[in-house]
């Protein structure tokens, strides 16, 4: 992974609020990525007054950074650690960022991942600090205890945490940032579109996922042992189980409609996932509508390919957050090895396409389910906004708390 420079931008307004992000990031998972770029967005909306110091969890590669760099030309990034103590960082860029921040803020991720940050930050600074849009795990009480507010991205994680830890006043439902995403990158999906005969507004995408993600094979080092080992025997114990009502589903499209279906990834294991369960097993009248997608691409390309669809099915979360952020209906299927984390399409109002691929009885509803969402295009649409809006109007009551602890007048 190229490793990034300290600072790419000098000079915030001594009169401007600063905020201090703790940024979840990845560069294997165009969800994972999502969630920084979606907390600057939500920021820059909601909380225009502030500049904003982004702290990764990894160095962010230079593609990635060039694409936020792009859309967030004012952001400072910094990189380092700082010690449990919170008396000493890595770098000096790091210890500026600190002391310069009125607020220390930790971004959607799949958990507590920067509990530690916000501790020894906290140690060295008394600062206030905030979590928002994370799936709580049972980590970090006495941290979530002094937060200012503690948002949770579904109601599971919320009930979880007041059973827990007790009466908790300031913490709440809010949805992950991922909502908020708005890279685009419309030429590089044009071109693939156009270079697999792909129309706009005539193809359905559709996402695979392992049970367990292979990160050994994503690293592209040698077969594992040990537990994870025993964590891919079982991934591909249940892989035929789990694409088996999607294949379904994309037989039903094509039969029924006159859309093809785009087979696309959310993290790097899923190109040769999708060939083998639902592109190869495929009946041949069926699998000439049908396109995989061999390379794996950034957030902003599927964003923009996303845009060009009728909707998405997708194992995975978060590429489907980004659509219903983006007005293009989805459904998810989940299972319990994502966390609770599936459990916010119900929060926001799309119960009717979430499904427990848990529950074997459920199986038979998605191909039909997924092609209603195809078929009936103004009632998904209608669902679509009215999920979209819940999200929105949610954002801007949770920001007005950040507001008020900023010192500034709500919105």
Known sequence: MAETPRRFFVGHSPVRKKILLCASTSSSNVGSIAHAPGTLAMLEKYVPEADVFVWPSRPLTKPIFKMLQARFPRMTVVDGDITSNGQETSNT????????????????????????????????????YGIYGITYEGEGNSILRNAKFAYFRDSVSVGQMKKEIGDFTKVDFAPDTAFAIDLFDNASAIKFLREHDL?????????????????????????????DKKNWQYSMSMKDHDHKPLRQAIVSIVKNTDLKVLIVPEDKSQMELGKEMLLDPLPFDVRNRVVLRENFWLTDEAVSTFLRSVGLFSLEMHCPIMCIGQGVPAIVCRFKEQTTKGFMWKDIGLEDWLFDMDEDSMHPLIPQTVLDMCVNRSE??????????LVRETMKKRMNVLRRELGLSTI
């Open 93 to 128: 860029d790091l210890g500026s960022a600190i002391e310069e921040a009125d607020f220390v803020l930790h971004g959607s991720a799949g958990g507590f991942s920067s509990a530690s940050k916000l501790d020894s930050v906290h140690n060295r600074t008394g600062k206030p």
């Open 199 to 227: 129309e706009e507004g005539k193809f359905v995408c559709a996402i695979p996922k392992y049970r367990i993600t292979p990160r050994w094979k994503i690293a592209g080092k040698p077969a594992p042992e040990g537990r």
């Open 380 to 389: 998904s649409l209608e669902k679509v906004a009215c999920a979209r809006n």
